[in-house]
């Protein structure tokens, strides 16, 4: 082959190769931003709290763990991240127990324990599911808690639904911003099917807010929790933990914050 042909042709092999990138992560995002889905056992009997199955309005069965509470009291229903499990919250469930707090966890569709596959949608239904069930159990109310992807799903249930307070650990802008942020070689805005758009929907959101973040977050930047805290109405407030990353922002200092936050809230709403 001569050199000019050689020229001529890598430039093309760099497209190829190019869009054979764009179309593997086009195929696999799900799959990179749901790593928690699957088949995995829980164990049992359960770590903590009581086993609940919860009906989706399409048709999905969710696995959750319930710790129930004081009847005057709120209970917080958690969210948790893409790569999590309920059934690894028996240190929260416990610290608020001995307050007199319950707590409710679910496991997204897909994930250990529940029918369906994950999909913007199908979580955000699980969200509203989860709080409609629990709104059956719990008199005093409910405090939402969304831990990294599920801070998305926390936005939106408390944007559509009466919750007394919202928490969010490690929140994003959207999930469109920080795949772009991890991917700034792809048209991440065109492939994207699930972006999460936490920033169309924080200002519907007039419940108090508490925003908790790691300074050291490389996954979740403290920038895009902080952009999601400037779009927020008030009632609101930030708390920034310096030696803290994304994976170990659960502590005690930050369940105590957790704790306090709930139990200023009235039980008859903000």
């Known amino acids: 082959m001569s050199a000019t042909r050689y020229l001529l042709i890598l430039p093309l092999m760099a497209v190829i190769a190019y869009m054979a990138i764009v179309a593997l992560v086009y195929l696999s995002q799900r799959s990179l931003l749901y790593p928690g889905a699957g088949a995995a056992p829980l164990p049992e009997p359960a770590t903590w709290g009581e086993t609940a199955h919860i009906k989706t309005p399409d048709g999905e069965l969710l696995h959750a763990l319930y710790s129930q509470g004081d009847s005057d009291k709120p209970c917080v229903l958690l969210f948790f991240g ?32 529940s029918t369906g596959l994950p999909s913007e949608k199908g979580l955000l239904t699980d969200g509203i599911a989860a709080f409609d069930w629990l709104s059956a159990q719990a008199a005093g109310g409910i405090v939402v808690l969304g831990r990294s992807l599920g801070t998305g799903v926390a936005v939106h249930t408390t944007a559509n639904r009466p919750a007394v307070g919202v928490i969010l650990v490690s929140p994003y802008l959207s999930v469109l911003s920080v795949a772009q942020m991890h991917y700034p070689f792809l048209p991440v ?82």
């Open 189 to 270: 805005e065109f492939l994207l099917k699930d972006p999460f758009r936490s920033d169309l929907n924080i200002a519907k959101v007039r419940q108090p807010k508490l925003f908790l973040h790691g300074r050291l977050d490389d996954s979740i930047p403290l920038s895009s929790g902080e952009a999601l805290y400037r779009l927020a109405p008030e009632p609101k407030r930030m708390v920034i933990y310096d030696g803290a990353g994304h994976n170990d922002i659960f502590n005690d200092s930050m369940v105590g914050d957790v704790i306090r936050f709930v139990e200023a809230l009235k039980a008859n709403g903000p």
């Open 82 to 113: 893409n790569g999590d499990r309920v059934d690894n919250y028996a240190f929260l469930a416990r610290a608020l127990a001995a307050r007199g707090i319950g707590l409710l966890a679910i496991s997204y569709r897909g994930y250990p324990g």
